[in-house]
């Protein structure tokens, strides 16, 4: 594992499931120093238990064989999870993460059948989808060696990849590594993918990937009778409108890539312009 982190998370609040999970591994981990052979034995995952303690499926990643094993994982949380969370939502974020622990499990159980311990599956679910979100993001490594995301990610994968099917030991599950990036991958490829976004549709909504101002979908008709509360429908927007609220999807796709600061004076008003209209409505 390494230690890393983003530039830009700095000054970033946590959010509620970050700070819960953080708090609850912190606490897990100094209960489990009263006596850890009793806490592994009924709480880590262990295949041959399965049946008699499924839990352990989620509860192992509450626990960490020593403090670096925390501290690392617990490092990478605090700084990818924050921006997930924020532009998932917290009941979405949570989802994902318990979803990668458990794949971490599933391909652990099918090829390295041995116990397990730690948050390193869905952690490594978080940093591909960090990845796939913010791809240019430079991560710095040991807060000097600035690599992109996307490369980042790719190498951690290659390496649990080798790792995995090339016998390396030393007590890394880099099975369960290898199963929290592959689970997590499908699931944001997949119409399961945070959002309950399917086929660039949802609800009769039209999703536009970062956008601020909904707009009803040209096909969906009012209901008889009823206003539309202010906001207009898409039958409504001239064709002025479009083009700002693709202007609009364009340069938040830009902050998402390069941060705020690559922004042009121009770009900052059309965000400021577009933001006083909508809290106007």
């Not at 839990?55 to 949380?77: E, I």
């Not at 660039?200 to 601020?212: C, K």
Request: proline share 5%; net charge positive; aromatic share 14%.
């Amino acid at each position: 594992m390494y230690a890393g982190f983003n530039q830009n998370s700095f000054g970033r609040a946590l959010t509620p499931w970050v700070k819960r999970l953080l708090i609850a591994n912190v606490a897990v981990f100094f209960l489990t120093m009263v006596d850890q052979d009793f806490f592994f034995q009924w709480f880590a995952f262990a295949p041959s238990q399965l049946l008699a303690r499924p839990w352990g499926a989620l509860t192992y990643m509450f626990l960490h064989g020593d403090l670096m094993h925390l501290f690392v994982n617990m490092l990478v949380l605090f700084f990818f999870g924050p921006p997930l969370e924020a532009r998932w939502g917290s009941t979405e974020f949570i989802k994902f993460y318990f979803i990668c622990g458990l794949g971490g499990v599933a391909l652990s159980f099918v090829f390295a059948p041995a116990w397990i311990v730690g948050a390193s599956a869905a952690i490594y679910g978080l940093m591909l989808a960090f990845a796939m979100n913010w791809p240019e993001a430079p991560i710095y490594i040991w807060g000097i060696f600035p690599v992109k995301a996307k490369w980042l990610v790719a190498v951690l994968f290659l390496v649990s990849l080798m790792s995995a099917f090339g016998g390396a030991g030393g007590n890394i599950a880099h099975f369960a590594h290898l199963g929290g990036i592959i689970t997590g991958f499908l699931y944001l490829k997949s119409d399961w993918r945070p959002g309950g976004v399917k086929g660039g549709r949802r609800s009769g909504i039209r999703v536009r990937r970062m956008a601020i101002v909904p707009r009803e979908d040209s096909n969906q008709e009012a209901s008889p009778g009823k206003p539309s509360a202010g906001k207009p429908s898409a039958g409504e927007w001239s064709a002025g409108e479009e083009s700002m609220l693709d202007e609009v999807d364009r340069i938040l796709d830009k902050i998402s890539a390069q941060g705020m600061t690559s922004l042009t004076t121009e770009e900052r008003n059309t965000l400021n312009h577009v933001s006083r209209r909508h809290r106007s409505n």
